[in-house]
């Protein structure tokens, strides 16, 4: 469901875009693409030992054992708790389908002022149930405020199966620069990121609101929203989901061997994150 080219829908598209920090489409991608989806992710879990694929995996997520290991090495029982599979975008053609989906790119143009350039994807079968953070202490882009990211809903999402939850306007808060001036996480001052966040919060009168969603939903966050996965009450309820992260190809063009056209986008070309060592 591409957005028609009228400015005015472009223009409440963007203002929404500038007050909240996220968009959400609805039914953009059809049952049969969602079931397209999952049938892929069920048959990669199943064949991962077999099947050549360099990816990792993120396994027990919400645990203390929590790991990045080859896919090809997860153990039987990772699927029954909360992973991410990282980068299929890099060999999975099918996953750039979505990723790159060219009605969801012209979206992202909008959004981002630019042509949208996937730079890493996740696939979750389970809610991360992830502490709420901005997407720049991981990633943060070359130029401020160029960073978008997608989250293609599989599954029904609600606050029973992890649904991610979003806090609206919290993308104009200044974001909190570590000691040494950057976005970037560092694990020893994570306390004065959150005392700072919710600082802001409460001046803001800002509060938290869960993402409830269909499967073809999709949700385009901020860089700068903060946002999580909510804890899981209903193990019984999958949570499917592919994210993928965007930054604008303007500024990956001093790279412009990795950078390769697919669908409606572009995406970059780039080697898989090693494994966790022993
Ligand atoms: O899907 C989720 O549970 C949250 C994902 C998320 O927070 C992220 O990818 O940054």
């Known amino acids: 469901m591409a957005i028609p080219q009228s400015c005015s829908i472009q223009n409440d598209v963007l ?3 500038q007050r909240d920090g996220y968009i959400v ?3 953009h991608f059809s049952p049969a693409q ?3 989806l ?11 030992r077999t099947s050549g694929s360099k990816a990792t995996i993120d396994i027990f997520l919400d645990r203390p054992e929590s790991k990045r290991v080859l896919l090809s090495q997860a153990p039987d029982e990772a699927y029954d708790y909360s992973f991410k599979i990282n980068d299929l975008y890099l060999n999975e053609s099918l996953v750039r389908d979505y990723a790159l989906d060219p009605d969801l790119c012209q979206i992202l143009n909008l959004l981002l002022d630019g042509e949208a350039l996937a730079f890493n994807t996740l696939l979750f079968r389970w809610g991360s149930q992830q502490r709420e953070h901005t997407d720049t202490l991981y990633m943060p882009p070359r130029k401020a405020n160029k960073l978008a990211v997608s989250w293609i809903a599989l ?7 992890g649904a991610v939850t979003l806090y609206p306007g919290s993308h104009l808060i200044p974001p909190h620069r570590f000691s040494d001036g950057r976005l970037n996480a560092i694990g020893a001052e994570m306390d004065a990121y959150y005392e700072h966040l919710d600082q802001e919060l409460t001046k803001r009168g800002i509060e938290p609101v869960h993402f409830n969603a269909k499967p073809g939903d999709v949700l385009i966050w901020h860089s700068q929203l903060l946002h999580g996965g909510s804890p899981i009450k209903d193990w019984q309820r999958t ?6 992260h965007y930054y604008r ?5 001093h790279q412009f061997w990795r950078l390769r056209k697919h669908g409606g986008g572009y995406y970059l070309k780039r080697p898989h994150p090693s494994p966790d060592k022993d």
Do not use: G, H, I, P
């Not at 999952?38 to 991962?48: D, G, I, K, S, V």
């Not at 190809?249 to 063009?253: D, I, N, R, S």
């Open 15 to 17: 203002e929404k875009w």
């Open 25 to 27: 489409l609805r039914n």
């Open 34 to 36: 969602c079931d397209r």
């Open 38 to 48: 999952n049938e892929f992710a069920a048959t990669l879990w199943q064949a991962r």
């Open 155 to 161: 599954d029904e999402a609600s606050a029973d199966n």
């Open 239 to 244: 949570r499917r989901s592919l994210v993928t």
């Open 249 to 253: 190809k303007q500024e990956y063009l």
